[in-house]
């Protein structure tokens, strides 16, 4: 099998640079390297000619990426960035969340793709038999965890996390509860499911039940045959597409195919690493792209973090650097912080480099993409964080404890500012020299060579180095 997809897009030329710049052979990761959003969408989509699968290994709909083809967007929530280009198998891993329903999930992201013409079918798109299924009562528990956060009931809730309250973190706390979680090959048994979910929904009423009654907010029971009729219609729906993708993935590693591991989410909101309680519920670092996906890591020879020139949080937890002034609301304006998947406004702030580089390391990035470089044009002085200030004590590395980042000040190194109109360069030697020393500082700092730095989130603005 050739190592480069026959179906290059025209388009895409310019990104075969960008490829030969950022890639080994071998398989590849793209994972973010801040607290989500830094643009890895794009660099997903700008490198998809170059692999025979693109698949996603952690998260569910809480991830919002988005691809600009010419002048239409795409924003993508389950489906990986790779779904506008033909000739590539898109991959929804096992270890990826999947809330299937037209309403809210899946089905409704595969119609609003047909709705523009772009069909999403076995061929385009295989969905793991072991994923776990995010079921409608995990949206409400979500909602109920806020409601009881906003009641004052409990200090670290869903509300206190702020939950994009797609039931994410619902679904995976069942998936290692066992007995009460359903996988998407068990939709395609009628039976097996009946007798799963009868003992399952029991269960989940008297529990939602009782957090309602905490919050003191009404709670509607679900039922179990208007579930098991819409399960029917999920199954109908998506039967074909749902098979063991492990054994798919491995079949085009036997035939040395390359695969593109696309994260999720971001390593500063993984369960284990990140600013715990503060995170998402998966390995959101490319150290989940081995058992999110059933493909051992043996092949995975690239991996690739992507930040952004600043930093953006949705959501609670410690963000250092956040601006809370004109520059915030400046940077908020000009890089359209605002959530692809909720709207909400993204809190901002200056580039924090020792959070970077931790995340770096902790992914093993072989390369760096930086992304958003021309939203920071047109500022007088930039700040970039390259250590903390805590209980009087200087910290050089990244702390494990959330609630002492919390208290952390950062410590600032100030580079000159850029003019603006860095959003129409071509060429990264196009850009001003104040932006080139900026992405120079980036990766002095890090310690990793940045091969792509993006001006915008168009094709045509990402510039290798
Ligand atoms: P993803 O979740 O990592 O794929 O990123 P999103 O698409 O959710 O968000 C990226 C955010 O960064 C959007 O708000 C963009 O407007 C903003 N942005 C600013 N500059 C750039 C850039 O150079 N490239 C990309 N891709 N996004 C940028
Ligand atoms: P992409 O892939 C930004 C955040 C939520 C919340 C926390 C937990 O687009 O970068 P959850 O619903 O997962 O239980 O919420 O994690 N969060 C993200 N923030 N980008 C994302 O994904 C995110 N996925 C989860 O805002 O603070
Ligand atoms: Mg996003």
Known sequence: MPTTAPTATPALDHAAEAAERLLSPGHAAIVGLQWGDEGKGQTVDLLTPHFQ??????????????VHVGSEKFALHLLPSGITHPGVLCVIGNG??????????????????????????ADKLQISNRAHVVMPYHRVEDGLYEALAKAGKSEITAGAIG?????????????????TAIRMGDLLVPDRLHDQLRPILQIK??????????????????ELDTLL??????????????????AALTDIELNKGRVLFEGANAALLDVDHGT????????????????????????????????????????????????????????????????????????????????????????????????????????PELKLAVAYEHDGQRLDTFPADAFVLEQATPIYQT?????????????????????????????????????LVCVGPKRSQALPR
């Open 53 to 66: 699968a693109i698949a996603r290994f952690n998260g569910g709909n809480n991830a919002g990426h988005s």
């Open 96 to 121: 990826v969340v999947v809330d299937p329903s037209p309403e809210t999930g899946l089905l409704k992201e595969i119609q609003t793709l047909a709705d523009r013409g772009i069909t999403v079918d």
């Open 163 to 179: 939950t994009t309250g797609r039931g994410i973190g619902r679904a995976y706390a069942d998936k290692a509860h066992r007995s």
């Open 205 to 222: 009423n008297a529990l939602l039940q009782a957090l309602a009654d905490l919050a003191g907010v009404d709670y509607t029971p679900f």
């Open 229 to 246: 009729a819409k399960a029917a219609d999920w199954a109908d729906a998506l039967r074909p597409m749902i098979g063991d993708t492990t």
């Open 276 to 379: 715990y309680p503060y995170v998402t519920s998966s390995t959101t670092s490319a150290l989940g792209a081995a058992t999110g996906t059933g493909l051992a890591p043996r092949h995975l020879h690239n991996v690739l973090g992507v930040a952004k020139a600043y930093t953006s949080r949705v959501g609670g937890g410690p963000h250092p650097t956040e601006l809370l002034d004109d520059t915030g609301e400046h940077i908020r304006t000009t890089g359209n912080e605002f959530g692809t998947t909720t709207g909400r406004p993204r809190r901002v702030g200056w580039l924090d480099l020792t959070a970077v580089k931790y995340s770096a390391q902790l992914n093993g990035c072989t390369a760096l993409v930086l992304t958003g470089l021309s939203v920071l044009a047109g500022l």
């Open 415 to 451: 580079l000159p500012g850029f003019p603006t109109g860095t959003g129409d360069a071509t060429t990264f030697a196009d850009l001003p020299d104040a932006a080139k020393a900026y992405v120079q500082a980036v990766e002095d700092f890090v310690g990793i060579p940045i091969k």
